[in-house]
T-cell receptor, first 114, second 114 residues
């Protein structure tokens, strides 16, 4: 257990719909990163939030968006869902965005797009 | 942009055998290096990390890794594996400056037979 929680655990949506995934960071952590892990692959970085500001973004289209709240919890929103968005979405929190900081991962949300 | 290669996709060992999983990265600057493990049904957990100092890093559960800068490598080793080491292992890198998102390799599935 890392203290990072995610909800929901599983989600099934259809193409074109929108989805919101939630993450609560570990106590004392102000940085949250989101990753997408497709089946059989390593996690791919989506974006990172540091003190409520986006602090970097991976190679994902604008329909992937996020928020970080004053308590440092975070949301990942995906609009206009596509079949390829089916994946495990991982949230990770860290104490700060500094070098060497360990990112602690939550259990993930399994999204299936039909 | 950085990238990570894990050469062994699936490794099968008998208990007590020695383990070495390869990891090479591509990046021109200073990096921080990580090995994460994902046990069946569990979330990603940090095994060990390197960000400076002694290039031989010891982690949890008897794992160690050696950073060889000239070879851009960070191989994971364990002298004697146990059935409970059955899991997926991911090598990851983050640059020492700029965006500190993790770039993961595609993972190595380790199966330890009793």
């Amino acid at each position: 257990e890392t203290g990072v929680t995610q909800s929901p655990t599983h989600l099934i949506k259809t193409r074109g719909q929108q989805v919101t995934l939630r993450c609560s960071s570990q106590s004392g952590h102000n940085t949250v990163s989101w990753y997408q892990q497709a089946l059989g692959q390593g996690p791919q970085f989506i974006f990172q939030y540091y003190r409520e500001e986006e602090n970097g973004r991976g190679n994902f289209p604008p329909r992937f968006s996020g928020l970080q709240f004053p308590n440092y919890s975070s949301e990942l929103n995906v609009n206009a869902l596509e079949l390829d968005d089916s994946a495990l979405y991982l949230c990770a929190s860290s104490r700060s965005g500094r070098a060497g900081d360990t990112q602690y991962f939550g259990p993930g949300t399994r999204l299936t797009v039909l | 942009a950085q990238s990570v290669s894990q050469h062994n996709h699936h490794v099968i060992l008998s208990e007590a055998a020695s383990l070495e999983l390869g990891c090479n990265y591509s990046y021109g600057g200073t990096v921080n290096l990580f090995w994460y493990v994902q046990y069946p049904g569990q979330h990603l957990q940090l095994l060990l990390k390197y960000f400076s100092g002694d290039p031989l890093v010891k982690g949890i559960k008897g794992f160690e890794a050696e950073f060889i800068k000239s070879k851009f490598s960070f191989n994971l080793r364990k002298p004697s594996v146990q059935w409970s080491d059955t899991a997926e292992y991911f090598c990851a890198v983050t640059p020492d400056t700029g965006r500190r998102a993790l770039t993961f390799g595609s993972g190595t599935r380790l199966q330890v037979q009793p």
